[in-house]
């Protein structure tokens, strides 16, 4: 059975910092590029950033970029996101997810899910 467990989601302050992760187990996420996406509450779910399987290749939603990084430990099976300069706008559930190939941005196409950690910025 596949699975993605996210953990490191929780409150923490403006200007704060949080690193979340991501294990996956079940298979082997060889050829698999992970991402990461986030839902607020009334809001549409949104992609904020992507690896390739090799771990060579990031992307980040504009929203992310210069504050957060993406990483991945092939040999633990497990993705990262290390959250710097929060701001209230980055509460949201934090998603992991999996999809066979290229990174997307597009959520509809990943295979694999995880059930989300919260994260709450408090101003």
């Known amino acids: 059975q596949v699975q993605l467990v996210e953990s490191g989601g929780g409150l923490v302050q403006a200007g704060g910092s949080l690193r979340l992760a991501c294990a996956a187990s079940?298979?082997?996420?060889?050829?698999?590029?992970m991402g990461w996406f986030r839902q607020a509450p009334g809001k549409e779910r949104e992609f904020v950033a992507g690896?390739?399987?090799?771990?060579?290749?990031?992307y980040y939603a504009d929203s992310a970029k210069g504050r957060f990084t993406i990483s991945r430990d092939t040999a633990k099976n497990t993705v990262y996101l290390e959250m710097n300069s929060l701001k209230p706008d980055d509460t949201a559930v934090y998603s992991c997810a999996a999809r066979r190939g290229l990174v997307s941005t597009n959520w509809l196409i990943h295979q694999y899910w995880g059930q989300g950690t919260q994260v709450t910025v408090s101003s």
């Open positions: 690896i390739n399987w090799s771990g060579t290749s990031t």
């Open positions: 079940g298979r082997s996420f060889s050829g698999y590029a």
